[in-house]
Structure formats: structure tokens, C-alpha cells
């Protein structure tokens, strides 16, 4: 419940002290009054179309006087707007520069109007932040800029830029005017009295609080500051879960089957929890995006597709890569390989101003067990976070899908690869923030801002206690400061957050592990926490007491506890004003410690001059310049000195180095044998070192662009001889693409430069276009199951390959008008696919021409069984599946086709005469046609009983009629008496000899095919 009460009591707490940015209200003289929070930032906003240079001279910025008109902005609707200085407001620890605006109109014109802040640095201005106000519907107004008087504490004047735009997408300024005020706030001579005492609880035991004793001390008093900006109150939650208590309740990676595969457009229930009730409840959402590693689920279209889209590619593309790399992996209990994002408005208790939470992790969600959504999720605010509109701005969410992904990649790492507990939260948050940091690239400085006006941490907050049930965002702050320290004073860069989650300890034991590791073997993790707190009130640009001059951090301001005892947590610290004499009381807690710092200095009035310093590039191994004779001349990276020597009596002096990178910016300054030192110079390093030949990917025939890579910002330029084809310039990863105003032949050399920006050309990378053109598919003709030779046409020298399946029957070569006769071992099989290719010089292979082999070959002649005058069914054997065909003569009598075993019997109308003669021939599916098969038709029908005259006792022959041509027979008994031929008419006279009266005789005739007709009975008559 602690973390429920800590989020509520936020929002009670800052409804009463937060005022919106933007926010106007009323003044007495009835003008309106728009705030707005300075914004520190990496570089200008805008420029004007027309400032060509925008000046860095603090001499070109006119002084203006309180209540003196700055000048008039005339506007891109040609609108003027009068600007004029008011005054600037004491606010303890910060200041309200006040501006009087009035403009002609009040919506016909460009509503915004920006102010740029700059600070004098050696002679130089250097860009701070700006803020940002909408005049839409308003014709005069005061414009309030807020920010800290440490940001300008030691400036003599504050430097300003004012421009008006017509809208927030504008890239320039419409009109633009400068000038600068005094700093009211600015001393010249050290305040008195820098002498503290850092009082820190050293133990690692936070639940032991333990008293300072009782102090005698000088009485400043620290005011809060109720004015920074909205996101400085963000909070993200860590749902408490307890990992003991579920360990048998892990999910282990499932089997993804395809029913589980999300797609755009998909609705899904997930349980979400509701802060100002403690209950947890379910919603529908959305699938709005779904990538590589992510889905961005969104409930009741409270962000549209378009900017899930968005939300969800950066994730993809930044986000998941430099959490994965620089921290650890997440885990994937549901199989998928992606993590839901879920955007909705988290019920907080957010009424308008205050805190907020803008995402939270749950542990639970990784278990089994009831409310959990069993998957890698984490949860998204969209009121707030993304504005308090109807259109939202997806982007402010990024520094919290960086913050909260770190949480789940911890979690993983110390819970399921481990086998451990959670990490201590304040450890787990410092990680947390130190993920925005690396993704932002620059500090934190709503957090930052905050520790500067957070009371509790004046009155000891504790680093290691997270405070649920009070001062959360204090513990943030420290967190995050503790964190960036660690980095510092390691000096291992951003890896050294991977050591630290890695570590099989989850608790501070980590971190003194790598401070042992890097920074001092003897260093205990209690004076490591007073170190930091030394380095929080005194930001020394070297050394354990500071954080070596990063930007952002010079802004800390000291945390003077007024007291005079306090009762510490382990990790709780206060600092106190001091004024040499005192002693460290009896009474304080065994693990109190008492540091003294006296950071008062003597300075004489007159410093060197500032030195001269010749330009400097990145081929030069020393720095020349002028400086007052006698003194000593430091070359400065950064915080670390790179090297001295000393001025001559001329004032030369000459200091070796080792070679600087181009754009580096190096701090020159002298210090006299008092220990005075100089103002600084700074020496931008000039890029006098070409870039190497760029890097080139092969470039084809057919490509329309050369890409490679080269150094991140040249300009490709791309030539064949002296003609430039096409110039482009190269991404912040190095790579490019650059276009061609045509695809290049063949053969074409290519010479690819890449030119930095300033001006260095690198030497020529010279690229040969290759031939990836493929020949065109090969010209093929007709191929039967006769032909040995393959003939047909392609591209003239191309080497042609015939293929059957993935076997190479032959190849040869095209002649040069691109003909080709290839010859085969053997004639291929009718229905054979080849496939014939045609490969060019370049080894390019044309897309295959398929040629299926045509049937030529004739079936073989039928077979087929003898067919007589009684027959009406032909049959026989031939080529399977083929046509029959029988003719008589040019007569088609009949047609069938043959079984799959070559048989057939095929019916004829009639059947045929004795003599005839058919031709039956077999016709395959190609057409074919076999040599015909002649039969003739033989005779199986026998003669009719011949026809027989009288005959007697004296006839001495037999006559009558029978079958023409056939020989008749007569028989006497079983005995053939005589026999003889039947004329053309049929007529016969059979020779016998006289037979007796009553003899019987059988007469029959036998013909041609041998067939022996019925016999007719002639009894022998007396007369």
C-alpha cells in the first residue's frame, strides 16, 4: 500500500504547488501573465531565414535599461510586436525575467513568441535553454521566464534572444531581434563564510536511524522553489510483488503456436491497476502497431495509429537496442519474442497539476498467478504524459519506455537468470534513470531541478530508503545523481551500469564492488555515499568532490540544513554552514561522520591575461600561442588536463599533445606562480584529415544508387571520369546512398569521394560496375523424340546449358549473331522438359526456357488376329491408349483405342466379305500414325446343298447347280464316286460311272477356302 499512498499524497501535495507552464492568470493592472519554465537545451531553436551567422559576440547584444523598449518583430502576416523590458523578479532561489508584450492583433498573426538565454564564456555565448510562450487571442500580455539565479551566478549579465514564429512546427524564425540585461544577482566579489560540515549516516541500514548530536551553527535558511515545470513531478511505479513468495508461480517459455500470433487491427483484455482504488480491473485494446520486437496495444483509441506507429518503431529501432546492449535482456515467458506496450491514461488521481504517473512494470505479469497478463508488458501513460489535449505527442513517452524497459531487462536478470530477489529499489531506479540519460544524450534536468528545491533533502533525506510514504521524487533525484556519480568517478563510461546489474548482489554490495574495482581498493560503500554528497555541495571539475565539470551538473545548488541536530536514516546526509571552531559532538551515532570543507579562496584581483592561441588542427601535435611571460599554460579536455608548459620571456609558449580529434574543444588557460588563473580559450580542434576512401558495396548494371559507408556528415560525390553522376551525404551512422541519374553500364569505373564538412576530400574509391543484367530468356525451337540437336537463338557468346531436371545434357555456345545448334548423346524421350539457359560472360544466367520434347516416333504396326466373313469384331494388339482405326480401302468401317495394356476389340457394322482386304493402322496423342496392318477377310461360311438334276440308270453324269468355283463331290456310300468344277455360273457335270437304279448318291461342293457344304440326296432312277 505504500507505493498507493505515496502517489496520492503527491497529488495532494502538488495541486497546491505546481503551477502549469503556459499557465495564465490575471494581474492587478488586468494584463495578462504567461509563465513559462526555462527549458535547458543542446542548441538554438530556430533561425531567422535571413541571419545567414546568427552572432556570438556579446558585444553585438545592446544593453537594455528596465521598463526600455527592446524593439518591434515584424511577423510573417506583417504584423508588428512590441517587445519591452520590465524588470526582473527576486524568487529566492530563482528569478522571474519579466517581458512586456503587445501586438496589433490578437489572432490574425503569428502567436509564438521564443527567448533564447546565452552566458558569456570566454568571450564567446554560449547557448543554455530557451522557453516558449502562445499569444494566440491575446493582444498584451506580460511574458514570465522563470529559472534558477545559479545558472547565470557568475555573469554580470544575462543574454537574450526574442523571435516570433507562427507555429511550433516552424523551422525558422520569422523575425528575430538580441539584446542583454543586467544580472541583478551577480557579485563580483566570493560570498564569506564557505566553510561547511558534511554530516552523513554511513551505514548501509536504513531502518537504524541515528542521531548527528547537537551542532552549534550559523542559521541560513533554504526556501522550496514551487515553480519548476510539470515534468519534473513525473513518477513511475514499481508494483510490489513478491518474488520469494511466488517462486514456484515463474512462467516458463511456451510454445507459440499460430493462434497466439498477433496481427494490426487485433482486440485483446489486459488487466490494469487502478492507483487511487488499489483494485485491479480489465480493459479492451487495440493493436495498433506490431514490429520486430514490440506491440503497442491502446485503449479506447486514446492515441492514434499513426502515432503507435511511432511510439512503437522507436522502441524498435532505439530503445530495445540500447537497453539490450548497455543493461541486460528481457525475458519471454509467453514465447512470442515481443514485449506489449499498453497506452491508456493511467488512473492516477491526476486532476490538471501535481504528480503523475507515467508508466509502471509489474513482476507479476511474469507469473502465474491471478491479475497477472502473463506476458512482458509495461504500461504507458496518455494524460498527462502525452499532453493534456485531444492531440497527443507520443515522443514524451520515450524517456519512459527507456526507464521502464530497464526495470523489466533488471527484473529478469536477478529473478529468472539469477534465481535472486528484485534489486533494492533505489538502485533499480538509479539504473532506470541512467537509461534515460543514455538515451537523451544530456542530463536529467527535471530531476535535477528538483533535488534543487526538494526540502527533504536538505533536511537529510536518505539515499537508500525509498520513501513510499513521503518524498518520493526526492529519492529519485538521489538516485539518479548517485548513479551519474558512480559513472564519473568510475571513469568506465556507461558500462559500468552492466557491471553493476550483472553483480550477483542486488544491493549496494554492486556498487561497492565496482567502486573497490575502480575507483579505490579501500573504499567503503558508507564513504563512497559521503563522497557523493561532498561532490552534490561543492561540483569540483576534478577529483572524488565533483562530477568532473559534466554539463548539468554545475547547476546543483547546496542543500543547508538549518538545524541543529537530526535523526539520519543509513544513506541520509545534511550539510551545514560552519565557521571553523567546532568540534564533533560526543552524542552523534557510531555511524556518523563529520567532514569539514573550507572552499573559501584568496584570489588576487588581477589574473593573467587571458592567453592567445594560434588555430589548432587535427594533425597537430602541439599548441602554440602568447601569454604573460612567466606563467604556466594548461591545455584542458574536458575535466582532464592534457598537458602545460611554460611561457618564455617573450610570452611564447609551445605545448606537445597528442593529436585531437576534429571538433574537439580544448580549454587553454594560464595560471601566474600566485596560482591565478587566467580566463579560459576555447580552441575548437579544425579537421585538416581527409576521410578515407569511402567504403562501397558492389554497384551493378542495374542499380539506380551507389551506397557504402564513409565518415557520418560528408558529401558523396560519384563520377565516371569527369562527369558527376550523382552527390549525396552520408547519415549520422556513416551510411549512404546515393543516387545516379541513371543506371551505369557495365564495365563503367566508377570513382566514389567523400568530402567532410570542412572541406577535406578523401581519396577516390574506385568501383567497377558489374554485369548483373541476365541474358534474355534463350529463343528455343521445336524439339522431337528423333532430334540429336538442340537449335535456337540468345545472347550472342552466351554459353547455353540443356538441362533434363537437375541433370546436364549438354552446352555450347552461342555464335556471334547468337545462334546455337547443340548436339545431344541421345534423342530424348517425347514428353522430356528441358530446360535451356543462357549464362553470359559475367556468369549472369537468363531465366530458363522450358521445352517439352515432342512425339515424332509412329506407333509400330498393330498386331491383329485373323478376321473372317463371319466376324464383327475386330481385334488385336498396339501401342497403348492409341486410336484404332480399320478401313476398307479409303472406307472408315470402324474406330476404338487400345486398353492401358494395348488390347482392343472394336465392332465392325457388318461383317465383311471373304476377300476383303483391311487396313488397320494405330494413332498415338501426338498424332502419329503407325504403318497400316492389311487383313484379308477370310471365307468361313460353307457352300449351299448343290442343286442336282435327275439322274438314272444310264446317266453317265451328275448335274446341277452349286457355289461358282466350288468343286462338287459325289459320293455312292462312303465311296467319292467323281467330282468336278462349277463354272463361273455355278453349273457343274460331275463324270461318274452308270449306277444301278436306287442307288442313293450324296452330292455337295467344297469351295475355295476349303469350307465342305450340306450334301443333296439323289436317288439313281430307272428311267
Known amino acids: 500500500m505504500g507505493w498507493l499512498k505515496k502517489s496520492l499524497c503527491l497529488v495532494l501535495i502538488f495541486l497546491l504547488l505546481v503551477p502549469a507552464s503556459g499557465f495564465a492568470q490575471e494581474r492587478s493592472d488586468s494584463r495578462k501573465e504567461i509563465i513559462s519554465t526555462f527549458q535547458q537545451s543542446s542548441g538554438p531553436k530556430k533561425q531567422h531565414k535571413e541571419e545567414k551567422t546568427q552572432s556570438t559576440n556579446p558585444a553585438d547584444y545592446p544593453l537594455i535599461q528596465e521598463g526600455e523598449i527592446v524593439g518591434w518583430l515584424l511577423d510573417s502576416k506583417n504584423v508588428y ?234 522502441f524498435d529501432q532505439k530503445i530495445y537496442p540500447l537497453i539490450t546492449q548497455n543493461f541486460a535482456s528481457e525475458s519471454d515467458v509467453d514465447g512470442n519474442g515481443k514485449i506489449h506496450i499498453l497506452c491508456y491514461d493511467i488512473q492516477d488521481g491526476f486532476a490538471g497539476l501535481g504528480g503523475y504517473i507515467a508508466g509502471y512494470f509489474y513482476g507479476g505479469d511474469l ?36 526507464h521502464e ?33 543514455m538515451y537523451t544524450g544530456k542530463p ?74 575502480y575507483i579505490d581498493p579501500t573504499l567503503t560503500f558508507g564513504k563512497l555515499m559521503t563522497n557523493f554528497r561532498a561532490a552534490l555541495l561543492l561540483k569540483k571539475d576534478t577529483g572524488i568532490y565533483g562530477f568532473n565539470g559534466e554539463e548539468g551538473f554545475d547547476s546543483l545548488i547546496p542543500k543547508i540544513f538549518s538545524g541543529e541536530s537530526a535523526s539520519l536514516r543509513g544513506g541520509g546526509a545534511i550539510v551545514k554552514r560552519a565557521v571553523g571552531n567546532e568540534t564533533v559532538p560526543a552524542s552523534k551515532g557510531d555511524d556518523i561522520t563529520y567532514t569539514f570543507f573550507d572552499v573559501e579562496e584568496n584570489k588576487p584581483s588581477t589574473p593573467p591575461s587571458k592567453p592567445i592561441v594560434n588555430p589548432v588542427s587535427d594533425r597537430d601535435t602541439f599548441i602554440n600561442g602568447l601569454s604573460d611571460p612567466g606563467t604556466t599554460v594548461y591545455v584542458q579536455l574536458g575535466s582532464k588536463i592534457l598537458n602545460s608548459a611554460a611561457a618564455d620571456n617573450n610570452g611564447s609558449f609551445r605545448i606537445s599533445i597528442s593529436k585531437q580529434k576534429a571538433g574537439t574543444v580544448l580549454s587553454v588557460y594560464a595560471r601566474d606562480q600566485a596560482g591565478n588563473k587566467s580566463e579560459s580559450v576555447q580552441i575548437t580542434v579544425v579537421d585538416k584529415t581527409p576521410p578515407t576512401a569511402p567504403a562501397v558495396n558492389e554497384v551493378k548494371d542495374s542499380d539506380k544508387a551507389v551506397t557504402g559507408t564513409s565518415e557520418a556528415g560528408a558529401t558523396i560525390t560519384v563520377k565516371s571520369g569527369t562527369i558527376e553522376l550523382g552527390k549525396g551525404t552520408s547519415r549520422s551512422d556513416g551510411k549512404f546512398s546515393v543516387p545516379l541519374r541513371a543506371p551505369q553500364k557495365a564495365g563503367t569505373i566508377l570513382s566514389v569521394t ?27 525451337n521445336l524439339v522431337s523424340d528423333k532430334d540429336k540437336t538442340v537449335r535456337g537463338t540468345a545472347e550472342a557468346g552466351s554459353k547455353i546449358t540443356i538441362k533434363a531436371g537437375s541433370k546436364v545434357l549438354s552446352t555450347g555456345t552461342t555464335d556471334k549473331n547468337g545462334k546455337f545448334t547443340i548436339s545431344l548423346k541421345t534423342a530424348q524421350k517425347a514428353g522430356t522438359v528441358l530446360y535451356v539457359t543462357a549464362t553470359d560472360k559475367a556468369g549472369n544466367v537468363s531465366p530458363a526456357r522450358k521445352v517439352t520434347v515432342i512425339d515424332k516416333t509412329p506407333p509400330r504396326t498393330p498386331s491383329v488376329n485373323s478376321v473372317s466373313n463371319k466376324d464383327k469384331t475386330v481385334r488385336g494388339t498396339a501401342e497403348a491408349g492409341s486410336k484404332i482405326t480399320i478401313k476398307a480401302g479409303s472406307k472408315v468401317l470402324s474406330t476404338g483405342t487400345t486398353d492401358k495394356n494395348g488390347k482392343f476389340a472394336i465392332s465392325l457394322k457388318t461383317a465383311q466379305k471373304a476377300g476383303t482386304i483391311l487396313y488397320v493402322t494405330a494413332t498415338d496423342k501426338a498424332g ?44 455312292a456310300g462312303k465311296k467319292v464316286i467323281g467330282s468336278g468344277k462349277a463354272n463361273k455360273n455355278g453349273n457343274f457335270s460331275v463324270s461318274i460311272k452308270k449306277q444301278k437304279a436306287g442307288t442313293v448318291l450324296l452330292v455337295y461342293a467344297k469351295d475355295k477356302a476349303g469350307n465342305v457344304g450340306k450334301s443333296t440326296k439323289v436317288t439313281v432312277k430307272y428311267k
Open 81 to 314: 510586436h512590441e517587445i519591452t523590458f520590465e524588470r526582473i523578479y527576486d524568487m529566492n532561489d530563482s528569478m522571474d525575467i519579466e517581458i512586456l508584450y503587445n501586438s496589433d492583433k490578437n489572432i490574425e498573426k503569428d502567436s509564438y513568441i521564443g527567448i533564447e538565454f546565452y552566458k558569456d564564456i570566454g568571450g564567446t555565448l554560449k547557448f543554455l535553454g530557451y522557453v516558449e510562450y502562445d499569444t494566440y487571442g491575446v493582444y498584451e500580455a506580460y511574458l514570465i521566464a522563470q529559472l534558477l539565479k545559479s545558472i547565470y551566478s557568475d555573469q554580470p549579465y544575462i543574454y537574450l534572444r526574442i523571435g516570433v514564429f507562427p507555429d511550433k512546427e516552424s523551422e525558422y524564425y520569422s523575425d528575430v531581434t538580441t539584446f542583454k540585461v543586467r544580472n541583478p544577482f551577480y557579485s563580483e566579489t566570493a560570498p564569506e563564510g564557505n566553510k561547511y560540515v558534511l554530516i552523513s549516516n554511513e551505514s548501509v541500514d536504513v531502518n537504524n536511524t541515528q542521531d548527528t548530536g547537537a551542532f552549534k551553527i550559523n542559521n541560513d535558511q533554504y526556501t522550496i522553489n514551487k515553480k519548476i515545470g510539470l515534468n519534473a513531478y513525473k513518477l513511475d511505479v514499481i508494483r510490489p510483488f513478491d518474488t520469494e513468495k511466488h517462486e514456484d508461480k515463474k512462467l516458463q517459455q511456451k510454445s507459440l503456436s499460430k493462434k497466439f500470433l498477433n496481427k494490426v487491427g487485433d482486440t485483446k483484455t489486459f488487466w490494469v491497476h487502478d492507483f487511487t482504488t488499489n483494485e485491479d480491473k480489465q480493459i479492451s485494446t487495440k493493436l495498433l502497431y506490431s514490429g520486430t520486437k514490440t506491440n503497442v496495444w491502446v485503449y479506447d483509441n486514446q492515441i492514434t495509429e499513426a502515432d503507435a506507429q511511432k511510439l512503437g518503431q522507436e
Open 367 to 402: 507469473h502465474d498467478i491471478p491479475y497477472s497478463n502473463k506476458s512482458e508488458i509495461f504500461y504507458i501513460d496518455t494524460y498527462p504524459l502525452m499532453g493534456t489535449g485531444t492531440e497527443k505527442d507520443v515522443s514524451a513517452a520515450y524517456e519512459t519506455l527507456a
Open 754 to 780: 567523400a568530402t567532410d564538412k570542412a572541406g577535406n576530400v578523401s581519396p577516390a574509391r574506385k568501383v567497377t560496375v558489374l554485369d548483373k543484367t541476365p541474358p534474355s530468356i534463350p529463343s528455343v
Open 405 to 437: 524497459f530497464q526495470h523489466m531487462v533488471n527484473f529478469n536478470q536477478n529473478v529468472f537468470i539469477e534465481n535472486g530477489s528484485q534489486m533494492d529499489t533505489w538502485l533499480d531506479e538509479a539504473l532506470s534513470m541512467a537509461a534515460e540519460h
Open 444 to 517: 536529467l534536468m527535471n530531476t535535477i531541478n528538483y533535488y534543487n528545491i526538494s526540502t527533504s533533502i536538505t533536511n537529510g533525506h536518505s539515499l537508500l530508503y525509498w520513501d513510499d510514504n513521503g518524498d518520493t521524487l526526492s529519492n529519485y533525484s538521489l538516485s539518479y545523481l548517485f548513479g551519474q556519480y558512480v559513472r564519473i568517478q568510475a571513469n568506465q563510461g556507461n558500462k559500468i551500469f552492466k557491471e553493476i546489474l550483472t553483480d550477483t548482489h542486488n544491493d549496494y554490495k554492486a556498487v561497492e564492488n565496482v567502486a573497490k574495482k
Open 928 to 971: 502419329n500414325v503407325s504403318p497400316a496392318r492389311k487383313v484379308t477377310v477370310l471365307d468361313k461360311i460353307p457352300p449351299g446343298a448343290p442343286k442336282v438334276n435327275k439322274v438314272t440308270r444310264k446317266s453317265s453324269s451328275v448335274t446341277g447347280k452349286a457355289e461358282a468355283y466350288s468343286t462338287v463331290y459325289v459320293k
